[in-house]
């Protein structure tokens, strides 16, 4: 990380929430992610992942017939 200029530390933590973000925003089911991830609560994976306000518009205005 700080030979790439960083200035967080990284940690496989961050990898994993990392790799979970990418699933998301590659159209991964949540439940699916979930059960990867091996969270008990479906609440547990939303908090995880990073999901920004621009992925939750572009899901919904792909899925909703009207949009």
């Known amino acids: ?4 200029g960083l200035k967080f530390a990284l940690h ?8 979970a973000t ?3 925003r590659g159209k991964m089911n949540l439940r699916e992610l ?3 991830l091996g969270h008990s609560s479906i609440s547990t ?4 992942t990073h ?3 621009a992925d ?3 899901s919904f205005l792909t899925a909703h017939p009207r949009a």
């Open 1 to 4: 990380g700080r030979a790439a």
């Open 12 to 19: 496989a933590h961050v990898f994993r929430h990392t790799c």
């Open 22 to 24: 990418h699933l998301l």
């Open 34 to 36: 979930q059960e990867l």
């Open 45 to 48: 994976t939303e908090r995880y």
């Open 51 to 53: 999901v920004t306000d």
């Open 56 to 58: 939750i518009r572009n």
